[in-house]
């Protein structure tokens, strides 16, 4: 029964290949997230959707490109691979924005590795 | 925009003593508060929070945080940590008034020792 789930856990590719990361909440919440962590353990996030509308969108690349189906989906295509994308992606989800509804819950990550 | 402060990179530890992580943010508007742990290859897990309230915090696994307005902290404290506590720890803010997302610190490693 997990809360959020990614898929796959691990992903090694080659420069310049397109992939995808899969990500569901069985939670019931409105608000999902990627979460990028790098080499340094540092975590930054990426996009924020609401009820399958983007709300967030920091600076990353156009390569990346997240698709929400519906609430409790949100993919993650990346195009054209980079050395740089190495890292670990995480899912999270929330009930919502504020208030009591602020606390996120964590997929388990994807560790993807560009060679 | 919102900061968040861990003075702390790695923090060694021996079995049964104390153990405090320093967490300083800095935000524009009201925030609330959270610590993450991440154990070896695995996801985040909210340890505990503070949105309102009691400004001591407590999660349990007998960790507890305080929430300091006035220092701008959230420091994390543990009176007697186990081996099984060796983890990242992560101090986070959200501001509900920036599409709550989480901006976190740089993660402080603790290392328990026997």
């Known amino acids: 029964d997990t809360a959020v789930s990614q898929t796959p856990k691990y992903l090694v590719t080659q420069m310049g290949n397109d992939k995808s990361i899969k990500c569901e909440q069985n939670?019931?919440?409105?608000?999902m997230y990627w979460y990028k962590q790098d080499s340094k353990k540092f975590l930054k996030i990426m996009f924020s959707?609401?009820?399958?509308?983007?709300?967030i969108n920091e600076t990353v690349p156009n390569r990346f490109s997240p698709k929400s189906p519906d609430k409790a989906h949100l993919n993650l295509h990346i195009n054209s691979l980079e050395l740089g994308d190495s890292a670990v992606y995480f899912c999270?989800?929330?009930?919502?924005?504020?208030?009591?509804?602020?606390?996120?819950?964590f997929g388990q990550g994807t560790r993807l590795t560009v060679v | 925009a919102q900061s968040v402060t861990q003075l702390d990179s790695q923090v060694p530890v021996f079995e049964e003593a104390p153990v405090e992580l320093r967490c300083n943010y800095s935000?524009?508007?009201?925030?609330?508060l959270f610590w993450y742990v991440q154990y070896p290859n695995q996801g985040l897990q909210l340890l505990l929070k503070y949105l309102s309230g009691s400004t001591l915090v407590e999660s349990i696994n007998g960790f507890e945080a305080e929430f300091n307005k006035s220092q701008t902290s959230f420091h994390l404290r543990k009176p007697s940590v186990h081996i099984s506590d060796t983890a990242e720890y992560f101090c986070?803010?959200?501001?509900?008034?920036?599409?709550?997302?989480?901006?976190f610190g740089g993660g402080t490693r603790v290392l328990v020792k026997p």
């Open positions: 935000s524009s508007v009201s925030v609330y």
């Open positions: 939670l019931g919440h409105d608000t």
């Open positions: 986070a803010v959200s501001a509900p008034a920036a599409g709550n997302k989480l901006t």
């Open positions: 999270a989800s929330s009930r919502g924005q504020g208030g009591v509804w602020a606390e996120a819950f």
């Open positions: 959707y609401n009820n399958k509308e983007l709300i």
